[in-house]
């Protein structure tokens, strides 16, 4: 009998609203919130945390950086890019 191993994981958007009462008012807050948002994945199990970045979107526009900062703040949850534009 083969046994099958399934991963979970989360996609993060990145996205901030410049309105009032946003919990993500601006970049500062969101690249915070998508850092403690997975060391929260890793810490209850989660295998994988992804970001992406789209045109014309208030959102995080370096996913690499990003990335770094998640990974060093993480280590054994899996990290990756789901689409990367050319800004």
């Known amino acids: ?3 099958t ?4 994981g989360f996609l993060n958007f990145g996205h901030w609203n ?3 009462g946003s919990r993500t008012p601006d970049a500062a807050a ?3 919130d998508q ?11 989660l295998d994988g945390a992804w970001i992406r970045s ?8 370096a996913p ?3 990335l770094a900062a998640m990974a060093a703040r993480t280590s054994t ?5 789901g689409v990367i534009d050319l800004r």
């Open 1 to 3: 009998m083969t046994e």
């Open 5 to 8: 191993t399934k991963k979970l």
């Open 18 to 20: 410049h309105v009032p």
């Open 30 to 32: 969101t690249l915070s």
């Open 35 to 45: 850092i403690e948002m997975t060391v929260a994945a890793e810490k209850v199990g």
């Open 54 to 61: 789209h045109h014309f979107q208030d959102m995080l526009s």
């Open 64 to 66: 690499f950086p990003t």
């Open 77 to 81: 949850i899996h990290l990756g890019t």
